[in-house]
């Protein structure tokens, strides 16, 4: 099919997320034909720098070679099978591979189909563990202003933005928001959530937490001091702490998991988008002490399970994705490529309009300030265009920009990605200087 044939059959058909379709029906989309390393490429041949690694997920790029040779060789063997009442070789060995890596204390690994369902069985098995351990009353969540854990019913009525939870205010559980730990107001945020726990920690089945950084809400920073301190208030009072390492898992934020800078044991991690690089999977682990709650009699059974959990490909897959991290030394990359990104957004920051920057590991993030908004679109949208014009491919939060690329960009694509950004603010701001 050309361009023209593929848009407009697009259009007639499909509907697409997070998209204002009316807006979508007068925009001219990127259409990709292939991708390979940080870089798109569409139906033209124009290439583009996936400046987001496609939505969180390309961690090790686009088309790896020995993630591509995993896929094949896996769906030549075993492409599909169950897991009720079966068990094979990926999924048995990346379980044992997994529980290797991560925090100290989980030992147990539960798959699901996507992060989203991941949350909604770390929901459950929170929900149905307190009962089975003998206490009923836990029943409640707590979340932080600002989370974003997927987009089910149950990961939404965890959400703490209130634009994505509203239109579904009729079909969400109640969940009690805590406030975001503000580096300007992180005593306060910490003695809410600490008075809440204190006092109504016996009705409190978990809280859940995106571990140093909230994706979605624009890439919200906050200090380890605050997850340890959780930590201590978990333990103190029995309440489960489940971190949700979907985003932040895998190097993204400098350690394999986030939570590591808190030096913390999560009693539930939820990991997605990198585990399974090229398909759809996911995985909660857990600890004794949670999964004890559902051994002896069979009406203790977690009821619960997808249609493609732990299926071969992906577990094939995230198994390779953990190789080549060994292999490849993928975290030490990491290590030598976070100060770029930290220096370029500390350049942006000094861009007039430019209000706040921050960063960590492989991200950089910049808010700026909505100058001209209406017809044109907010000024988030107008840097990603100009980003685009530029060769990137980006996506803005509201008036914030950010880079998340490939852990493994090459230290040329990652200079010419940070260099389009910045170049893309400069214009769009109206200060453009020669540099
Ligand atoms: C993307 C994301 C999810 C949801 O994962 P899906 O695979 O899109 O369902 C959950 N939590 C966080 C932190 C995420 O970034």
Redesign the pocket.
Known sequence: MDRATIVRTDKAHVWHPYTPMDAWAETDPIVVARAKGAWLEDVDGARYLDGNSSW?VAGLGHGHPRLLRALREQAETLAHCSLAGIAHEPASRLAEELVAVAPAGLTRVFYTD???TA?DAAVKICAQGWQQLGRPGKTRFVALDGA????TVG?VSLGGVEVFRRPFAGVTFECVHAPFPEPDAYDRAFSAIARLVREEGDTLAAIFV?PMVQ??AGMRMYDASFLRELRALCDAHDVWLVV?E??TGYGRTGPMWACQAAGIRPDLMCV??VFSAYV?M?AVLATDRVFSAFRGARDRAFLHGHTFCGNPIGAALAREVLAIYRDERVLEGVARKAPVIARAFERIGTIPGVQRVRHLGMIGAADLQDTRDGYLGSVGWRVVEEARRRGAYLRPLGSTVYVCPPLNVDDADLETLLGVLEGSVREVLGTRTSR
């Open positions: 969180w996507d992060g989203s949350i974003y854990h997927g987009d990961a995106e994706g979605a949700d979907v985003f997605g988008k759809p996911a």
